[in-house]
């Protein structure tokens, strides 16, 4: 029964009773001895004597045997746990070296890593008991008798720990002695007829045993009076019966080493004539035993009542801990005895357990709700790329999605029916390189095209091994989308500083270029004054008049659509901004492209209320995009203009557009077409089919934008291979008077008042002294702001008018107003400008000028603006 096992604590106290008792046998036993006769001394001396020379041969066995261990463990191969490396040198050591079962070397759990012979399976020598004493003494140690685990044979076990500098065990090596050839070995140097010779561990187990090898070899024979002598005495002679029950006379001694002992006993056969002197000896052992049997008593009962109940206490709460029940306790009070410390010992050994395994549930639950709770998707994927645990993320993501069932990574997050890994996959590169590595992929997800960012990193094991990999999912969706954002606001915050940059180039080309219309409108009215009405000089004359015109409105388009003066929504001919337009376009496209126009809409029916450089940039737009259509060939673009009526149940009717009367623009190219599969993208910004540093993608975006403010709606038909049709519709307007700078036939104003004229451009001034002097004004001419000041200055009351250019080198015309101002509040300012920014009439009647003109200005113009400005003056004084 296990209670009764060597092991138990009660056997225990019962053999420290029997060594107690030892002393008081070995004097009955020297008593006895003293009786025997000198031969009985003679044979006992012999056989310690032999005891002595076996245990000689045999310590010398160890002694090599621990060298060899030593020389072992000092090799680099056991060191870095070379198991080919390892399995050689053993294998040679055994065969090289007699009397060895084998050879091993264990790493510090020990497992088995290289043997001879070699390991038909796993091996773990954790549970042997040397292995244990070897762990807690770091020295050399001898085994108990064992039958090998590698040889199969009888053995016994000498190892040797293998340490770093530190100390720190790193391995285990070891070499089987072979009993039986030490047996055989012992056995055949030349021993005395019938001599007897054991070999006994220190726990009583025979190792060695001649004759009868196979009879005892291996049994645990400690309740035997012989062994019991000798693991007591050490060394020694006596005379007991032996193992084989035949009384002998035996000398015994001990053999030491690391942490550990064997004992060598060599028996002779006792004579008859010792007859008489045992059975002395026996009475005097029977009375010993009998005492040695009261004091066992009191032992079993005393020991179970003093110790054994709290170490069986102890036992029961250390298998609780085992099994992982961190709450037992000892119950055992604590005293000042050694087991009342030892239980409060480990009482506290189970509640820091306990302290520390709830500290690592909560850094554990921590970790996960951080991991879980995580906006990025966490999986762990295995080398052959299975799904083996994901957060909460991935599985918002794959709803179902079941780790626990393997699944491949590429069939769960892809497609079910994928054969292999994709291709950018940057987990596969992970697992096949061991290197940390990232990718951005492109994934539907309903209506939606989702970006992800995967970064993959390594999980390896100490020798740098690959185990599985840790794969982060980030959604860059929005961010990218962002960028992407980011990007087209750049583009555009670019473009509007290049209109930016042409608005004020284009201001400074037009106060100069006015001042030039300024003169040629100038002489040519004042030419027209002299001619007779009808004659072909006044004909001509009216043209450049015309022309004139033009070209100011002209100028107006270009800073319109420079953003450098804004817009008026106003009554415009659609037909003449269409000529116009493609006028310029013919100077700009190639010449192998045809540019053909049919206007059917007549002058009644082409009224559309817009802006001007608005349409004129959707039809410019248009016909820049046809010729990129038709590239470097030859081909035709057509420009139709038409007056369209739409019912309600006209099925071909734009649903944007309601019922009524339209103009139809339309552009078509012979050019190249478009693909259906981007017909609904065209008019997206910044979308273009032109390679990199061609276009904006920006020209149909605009033109779509226009037409919506207008009102109207834009359609497109195409063929690829055969070209494009562009429909425009705006809202038509009934004619109701005259439009898009028609030349009214007003009679002229004129006056006789006395005007201050100030402008830095000499031929403009002049010019604009005969003008007013044709109308019968008195003109002083000043082509200086300082001159003009110090004019008015000198005379106030005789000036009934100021008018002044706006910019002048030295004093603009603004503070000249000013300081004008200062010396004669009520005087009426007029203010000539080529260019107007950010000047609006409020902004200039808060600084006391009266009236805004224009350049070039003609001479009704200019003669309607002087005559109102001093109308109103003469009111203002009257209502006064």
Known sequence: MKRFAFGSLRI????????????ALGLMLDLGMEQRSPSISLAQERALELARSISDVQRRLIADTRQILFTLSQLPEVRQHNPVACSAVCANLLKESEGYTGFAVAKPDGDVFASAPPLAQPVNLADRPWFQRLVQS??????????????????????????????????????????????????????????????????GTILVRYPDQKEFVGRSMPETSLVKAVLAEGEGVMEAPGLDGIPCFYGFTSLAFGSGSVHVVVGFPEQLAF???????????????????????????????????????????????????????????????????????????AESLEFHKAERRKSEEIYRSVVDNITMGVSLISIKMEILAI?????????????????LCYQAYNDPLREGVCSYCPTAQTIRDGLVHEAITETPRGNQIMRYKIISSPIKDQAGNVLAAIEVVEDVTERMLAQEEKVKLETQLRQAQKMEAIGTLAGGIAHDFNNILGIISGYTDLTMLDMLEGSREMEQLECIRKAVYRAKELVQQILTFSRQR?????????????????????????????????????????????????????????????????????????VNLSRIQWEQEDSARPLELNQGYYLELTVSDTGCGIDPKIMDRIFEPYFTTKEAGVGTGMGLAVVHGIVKNHGGAITVESEPGKGSSFHVFFPALKDKGKH?????????????????????????????????????????????????????RANPGRFDLVLTDRTMPQMTGMVLAREILKIR????????????????????????????VLKPFLLNDMARAVRHVLDQCKKTKSTL
């Open 12 to 23: 225990r106290l019962i053999f420290l009773v029997l060594f107690a008792v030892l002393p």
């Open 138 to 203: 770091r020295g050399f140690v001898v085994g108990e008798y064992q039958k090998g685990r590698i040889s199969d044979k009888a053995t016994i076990v000498l190892t040797h720990p293998v340490l770093d500098d530190t100390g720190r065990l790193k391995a285990i090596v070891g070499a089987g002695l072979d009993l039986n050839w030490l047996s055989r070995f012992i056995a055949e140097s030349s021993l005395p007829a019938d001599t007897k010779f054991t070999i006994v561990d220190r726990n």
């Open 275 to 349: 007859a008489e002197g045992q059975q002395e000896l026996i009475f005097n052992l029977a009375l010993l035993g009998t005492v040695a049997l009261l004091a066992l008593v009191a032992a079993w009962f005393g020991g179970d009542l003093f110790i054994v109940r709290q170490v069986s206490a102890l036992l029961v709460a250390a298998k609780g801990l085992a099994d992982g029940n961190l709450t037992v306790r000892t119950g055992v009070s604590y005293g000042r005895g050694e087991l009342g410390q030892l239980a409060r010992a480990f009482d506290q050994i």
């Open 391 to 407: 957060n909460n993320q991935m599985r918002q993501w794959y709803p179902g999605l079941d780790p626990t069932t393997r699944p």
């Open 566 to 638: 804004e817009e008026e929504l106003i009554p415009l001919r659609v037909s003449s901004l269409v000529k116009e337009a493609l006028k310029m376009l013919r100077a700009t496209l190639p010449s192998i492209i045809d540019i053909r126009w049919n206007i059917q809409a007549s002058e009644s029916e082409d009224l559309i209320l817009g802006y001007p450089s608005q349409i004129h940039q959707v039809l410019m737009n248009l016909c820049t995009n046809a010729s990129h259509a038709i590239g470097d060939q030859a081909g035709i673009i057509d």
């Open 740 to 792: 898009d700078g028609e030349m009214p036939l007003e009679p002229i104003p004129t006056g006789k008042e006395c005007i201050l004229l100030v402008d830095d451009e000499a031929a403009l001034g002049q010019v604009a002294e005969k003008m007013l002097k044709h109308l019968g004004y008195e003109v002083v001419n000043r082509t200086s702001s300082i001159e003009a000041l110090e004019a008015f």
């Open 825 to 852: 509040p009520d005087i009426p300012i007029i203010l000539c400008t080529g260019f107007s920014d950010t000047l609006t009439q409020g902004k200039a009647a808060a600084s006391g000028i009266r009236e805004i």
